[in-house]
């Protein structure tokens, strides 16, 4: 299938949803947001068409930081509170990367 945007009409493999999940289930609790999330970006990825090694998930620590463990894309744990700070280092260094930020009420505010 041909991806808008791509030069000249080149095919490019689209990955579905679940192929960007990993191997590792979940442990949140039953009920818990976080698959949501977790759900919305594997289908965004695969909207957008994105290979993995093109992908970065950048995470604090805590329950919703799990979430780049849950995933097939380059994951990245840091320190309680800065995974905004490590996601923009990263995007600086490497433009041509997609780079998310995760993390939870802790992470984004009060760190």
Same mark, same amino acid.
């Given at each position: 299938? #041909?991806?808008?945007?791509?030069?000249?009409?080149?095919? #490019?493999?689209?990955?579905?949803p679940k192929q960007?999940?990993?191997?590792?289930?979940?442990?949140?609790?039953?009920?818990?947001?976080?698959f949501a999330v977790?759900?919305?970006?594997?289908?965004?990825?695969?909207?957008?068409?994105?290979?993995?090694?093109?992908?970065?998930?950048?995470?604090?620590?805590?329950?919703?930081?799990?979430?780049?463990?849950? #995933?097939?894309?380059?994951?990245?744990?840091?320190?309680?509170?800065?995974?905004?700070?490590?996601?923009?280092?990263?995007?600086?260094?490497?433009?041509?990367?997609?780079?998310?930020?995760?993390?939870?009420?802790?992470?984004?505010?009060?760190?």
């Amino acid at each position: 299938m #041909t991806i808008p945007g791509n030069a000249a009409g080149a095919e #490019t493999v689209r990955f579905t949803p679940k192929q960007y999940k990993s191997a590792i289930k979940p442990i949140w609790c039953p009920g818990c947001g976080d698959f949501a999330v977790l759900n919305a970006i594997t289908k965004a990825l695969s909207h957008l068409g994105l290979a993995h090694e093109e992908v970065a998930l950048i995470t604090g620590i805590g329950c919703s930081s799990r979430i780049a463990a849950y #995933t097939s894309v380059y994951g990245f744990h840091g320190v309680h509170g800065r995974a905004l700070a490590l996601a923009s280092g990263l995007k600086a260094a490497r433009p041509e990367l997609t780079v998310l930020a995760a993390g939870g009420d802790g992470d984004g505010l009060s760190i």
